[in-house]
């Protein structure tokens, strides 16, 4: 069974995540700077829990896979390393919805249908 986040709840967690994700960022510019090609292997693997054979080529790669692992093990689903959007499952009218974050906004304040993606990002309008 998910954990389910509250938006306060959402929010609350962001004190942890959010200097997570500004590290994943920073190791991502720096790996696509140094390694191009190795880029779009580590993006793939972090909607399946990481890839524990890139995680061994560099020392960045070991720290960007313990950051993901917490971030996940944290109940957080993480959409796009490059921008650090990151989503929180919720329970909206009895379904599960997407509470969804962007590295560089103050707080989780959107939310979205499972199937709409970041582009069907509504404000959340429910505590």
């Known amino acids: 069974m998910p954990k389910y986040y509250t ?3 959402a929010n609350d967690a962001l004190t942890t ?9 920073a190791i991502g510019e720096k790996v696509r700077a140094h390694h191009p090609e190795l880029w779009d292997m580590i993006r793939k693997s972090a909607g399946n829990g990481g890839n524990p054979k890139l995680s061994k ?11 993901l692992r917490q971030i996940q093990d944290a109940g957080i689903e993480v959409k796009d390393l490059a ?3 990151i989503d929180f ?5 009895g379904r599960e919805v997407y509470l969804c974050w962007k590295y560089g906004e103050d707080s989780v304040g959107y939310w979205h249908e499972i199937e709409a993606g970041f582009q ?3 404000p959340i309008d429910w505590e």
């Open 7 to 9: 938006p306060r709840e």
């Open 89 to 93: 499952v919720a329970l909206r009218e």
């Open 83 to 85: 921008i650090g959007l």
């Open 120 to 122: 069907g990002r509504q």
């Open 57 to 67: 080529l560099l020392v960045d790669f070991d720290r960007l896979h313990g950051l």
């Open 17 to 25: 995540i959010r200097p997570m994700v500004g590290e994943m960022i």
